[in-house]
């Protein structure tokens, strides 16, 4: 029996969060100028990027994916433990984040939404086959502090979407769940998003009014040439999403994660009239320090395989938004930059 959004969050903040707070979006008003992103976050490991990213001074953090890792955990001798995933087990992660300081303070002062990925979904590489799915959905809505009230709650998935600013100075943050309605790769037409999220994200990217998209996945969507999850390997998707945004004819960023590098992707042949651009953070916690490298044709920039996160900032002066996309070390230092015109 699914447990009801209100009783699951009673029990998971009340019980298990008692004494703290996170900040949801209280001014949907307020354009947005600097946004911090991130993925890839394990809370038994050393978190030192918090007041790094804070100083940055984010109107709002996104995660975007793999904020948990539910699914094994290192122990002190490093050695790596799986788990049968179950609620307390999940919850206990998400506590253990939740309180972990420096997150902690980071929390109380910026707003936060986010969506998921494989790991804080429960198992790596899942899908809609995965049985806790509702379980850990409900425990991901009640980590980010979502009110009873959202939409969110009321249907099976992680997606949503969330406007900021008004007059002119409009940003629509799209929230995709690529795990929930998943089907595996190697079918005949592999699905990726299910026909509701299909439905309410055609609804939503024709009905928006915002000057701006952010598209958040757990998974890249324009890189395509690696053996990893990618959008690639559901292609009819891929290429109705490409599609969808090209017709919208509204500036779109895309954030990802997932990957243990960081890189900035731009697709220049494709049916819209602006560049596409789709920047990868990964990773807050356990970068890929032997990173072989890999071929990506729509790279622009070095790959970043330290630990770092991602920040998107926004001129509103000008007839259109002018949006620049960086890559920052635990330093603050930028490792990666672009500028979309």
Known sequence: MRIGPFILISVVLLSVFQGASAKFPDD???????????????????????PIIAEE???????????????????????????TINREWVTQRYAAQFNKPGYAAFREETPIIGTWDDHDYGRNSAGAEYKLKEVTRDLALSFMEVPIGDPRWQREGLYGAYDFGTNGKMTKVILLDNRYFASGKKTDEPELLGKNQLAWLETTLRESEADLHILVSGMQIISEEHRWDKWADYPKTRAWLLREIADTQTPTVLLSGDRHIHE?????????????????SSALTHSWDRFPGETNRHRVGEVYTGLGYGVIKIDWSGPKPQVLLAIKDTNGNTQISHQIE
């Open 28 to 50: 949907f008003a307020k354009p947005l100028e600097v946004i911090a992103f991130g993925s890839c976050n394990r809370d038994e490991l050393p978190q030192p990027l918090w």
């Open 57 to 83: 001074n984010p109107d709002l953090w996104i995660w975007a994916g793999d904020n948990i890792y539910a699914d094994w955990h290192e122990r002190p001798d490093g050695q790596k433990v799986q788990f």
């Open 264 to 280: 900035i992707s731009i697709l220049q042949d494709w049916p819209g009239k602006f560049p596409l651009s789709d920047i990868t």
